[in-house]
Nanobody, 121 residues
Framework: QVQLVESGGGLVQAGGSLRLSCAVS????????TGWFRQAAGKEREFVAV????????SYVDSVKGRFSITRDNAKNTVYLQMNSLKPEDTAVYYC??????????????WGQGTQVTVSP
């Protein structure tokens, strides 16, 4: 019954901004860490950002540090990825994910359907 749904993707020119949303249903938002991943055409899926279950800590892949920000809204049970100063190399399908259990080492289990982000030169 757990469902993650991404939205907010689209086409934007280099230097522009987008905010992606990950709406979570079927569970309490604040109990689980949430990650953002992306997969560009012809490339492996890579980690982008993560926020812990309390929202107190976050981390990012080096290529997006200073440009992307991950946040949460407990009232809406939604995690966001604010993407600024977008570059063509950010073009990818973006996915959010959560583990099944509370343990810190629990693997990513629930995934959304993905949302396309395209950044033109």
């Amino acid at each position: 019954q757990v469902q993650l749904v991404e939205s907010g993707g689209g086409l934007v020119q280099a230097g522009g901004s987008l905010r992606l949303s990950c709406a979570v249903s079927g569970r309490t938002f604040g109990r689980y860490r949430t990650g953002w991943f992306r997969q560009a055409a012809g490339k492996e899926r890579e980690f982008v950002a993560v926020i812990d279950r309390n929202g107190g800590r976050s981390s990012y892949v080096d290529s997006v540090k200073g440009r992307f920000s991950i946040t949460r809204d407990n009232a809406k049970n939604t995690v966001y990825l604010q993407m600024n100063s977008l570059k063509p190399e950010d073009t990818a399908v973006y996915y959010c994910a959560q583990p099944r259990y509370f343990d810190g080492f629990a693997p990513w289990h629930y995934w959304g359907q993905g949302t396309q982000v395209t950044v033109s030169p």
